[in-house]
């Protein structure tokens, strides 16, 4: 019911934009959020599939913003872009999390044949294979399983996954304990249960995340960015002073040493309060980034620079692949219904 609601709302703000009824909304510009792009996966159990596009959709995104009078640039012209004279062409900027394999294989074919900008955001843990990524880690255990019981710090579980319904209940219970708990604990027992059932919740990490040598091979394309996304991939909010900025610093030094110039720029881990607060955002302009982005959806304004270390990022979302929903995206109204 909630996907078919919110299916129901890009459908309603797309007719209303195409009947010129979003006002302002749209901004001078919209910067947008990817994870994964690849080919469609067939398996049945996929709770992460939020986090893929495919290529296809990729290229009828930027069709679309193309034939919406877009221009693209970098993350870091955004500043300057909304500091030109009002009335001008608007700007859409795509950004990428994580690092994965596949924006080198099946996004950068794609931005490569618009001729469209791109950041990547690094996580050095994840690059490194020092950390795991708990989503995938969880998905893959409540997918071999019938049954799983896991001891985090927030609890205990012990929970069906029988059916497909109940591996979606199980994900989701299991996520949200371990959110309130002690998220490098609950991540390091989430592992632990994965290795005992066979599963390498690092050997995932290796599938899927380019390493240095990667990045580094990437990092001359003229259409690519690095910018920097901690070292663990954990929830900013509730570290203290020291390891807040050892996330920020590492994860800076860890960019300038593949490409040689310190990043600029800075995604918070999730993006929504988890990371990104005022707090968090006071040590990313102290650790001298100059734009800081978060998953709270909304376009953006000359107003919008007033808070840089906090810029709002509207997701491409692999459950709603349809051309028109960027283009409702885009409009703003949407990131208003919900209050962005």
């Known amino acids: ?54 290529p296809d959709f990729l290229d009828a995104a930027i069709q679309t913003l193309i034939r919406r009078g877009y221009r693209f640039i970098r993350l870091d012209e955004v500043p300057a872009a909304l500091a030109e004279p009002e009335g001008g062409q608007p ?3 795509f950004t990428l999390d994580d690092g994965f394999r596949d924006n080198r294989d099946h996004a950068l ?32 255990l409540i997918s071999a399983r ?25 994900f989701d219970a299991v996520a949200r304990l371990l959110m309130a708990g002690d998220e490098a604990k609950g991540v390091a027992q989430l592992d632990a249960a994965a290795n ?14 380019m390493d240095r040598e990667e990045l580094a091979a990437l990092a001359s394309h003229p259409l690519v960015s690095y910018g920097a996304h901690t070292v663990s991939h954990r929830g900013l909010a509730d570290l203290n002073d020291e390891a807040l900025l050892k996330e920020y610093n590492e994860s800076a030094e860890y960019v300038a040493g593949i490409t040689g110039t310190r990043p600029v720029t800075f995604a918070y881990p999730y ?14 302009d102290w650790a001298g980034f100059k734009l800081s982005v978060t998953t709270r959806p909304g376009t953006l304004t000359p ?38």
């Not at 994870?35 to 996929?46: S, Y």
């Not at 005992?196 to 995340?209: C, D, R, Y």
């Not at 906090?310 to 709603?320: E, K, T, V």
């Open 1 to 54: 019911m909630r996907r078919a609601a919110i299916a129901g709302g890009l459908e309603a703000s797309f007719l209303l934009s195409r009947l010129g009824l979003a006002g302002g909304l749209r901004g001078r510009g919209v910067i947008f959020t990817l994870h994964h792009v690849r080919p469609a996966d067939a398996r049945p159990f996929q709770p992460n599939r939020h986090l893929d596009i495919t």
């Open 91 to 93: 700007f859409a900027v």
């Open 109 to 140: 074919p794609v931005f490569e044949r618009h001729g469209v900008p791109f950041t990547i955001f690094v996580c050095k843990g994840l690059s490194e294979r020092s950390h795991t990524m708990w989503w995938d880690t969880l998905a893959a």
């Open 146 to 170: 019938h049954r799983v019981a896991l001891c985090l710090p927030a609890g205990r579980i012990d929970i069906d996954c029988g059916s497909m319904r109940a591996k979606c209940t199980a």
């Open 196 to 209: 005992a059932a066979g599963i390498n919740p690092h050997a995932l990490v290796a599938e899927t995340v």
């Open 271 to 284: 993006g929504d309060a988890r990371s990104a607060t005022v707090r968090t955002a006071g040590y990313a």
């Open 303 to 340: 107003a919008s620079m007033a808070s840089p270390q906090l810029l709002p990022r509207i997701s491409l979302n692999g459950l709603y692949q349809k051309p028109r929903y960027v283009e409702a995206l885009a409009s703003g109204l949407p990131s208003k219904l919900v209050g962005g």
